[in-house]
């Protein structure tokens, strides 16, 4: 096998992986990705849902709901701190999505929380629900179940540090 055809190659494998790791989702000019929830800790009753909505649309959407069958009950939240205090609010009337705009549930700030879960979120799994917007419509997604430790805004890269 020749060099180029064996370029064309890998270059079609990498194409194939990155599309398979990809969890991906779109609903008119939604598109959803980055869906996860941290593994359940013993006696853990509810969880928080996270991900990446970037509204490519020329016109602002709003997230209205969140529905799953793995918690009796499933809404909106965000994250307040008045007086040095900390409090989670659930957000009514849904989460704007400004017109060609990227909206973060993150920890800190707005998440999804499932509320008395029917089973723990167990590592690797993955949590069904379905997103509901105003103007876009219904999608059915997963949430991936990452370990209880996960900490998006932590890096773990000790091969920088100096020892």
Known sequence: MNIRKFAVIAALGLCTAGTAWAKDYKVGQIEIDDLWVR???PGQSNGAGYMDIDNDAKAADRLLSVTSDAAERVELHTV???NGVSKMRQVEGGIAL???TEVKLSPGGYHVM???????FKDGAT???T???????DVAVEF???PASHNPGM???HGAMKH
């Open 39 to 41: 593994a359940s800790a």
């Open 80 to 82: 307040q701190t008045e």
């Open 98 to 100: 400004p017109a060609d």
């Open 114 to 120: 499932f509320i008395k879960l029917r089973a723990p």
């Open 127 to 129: 949590v069904p629900a």
């Open 131 to 137: 997103l509901k917007f105003e103007k876009a419509g």
């Open 144 to 146: 991936k179940v990452k």
């Open 155 to 157: 890096s773990h890269d």
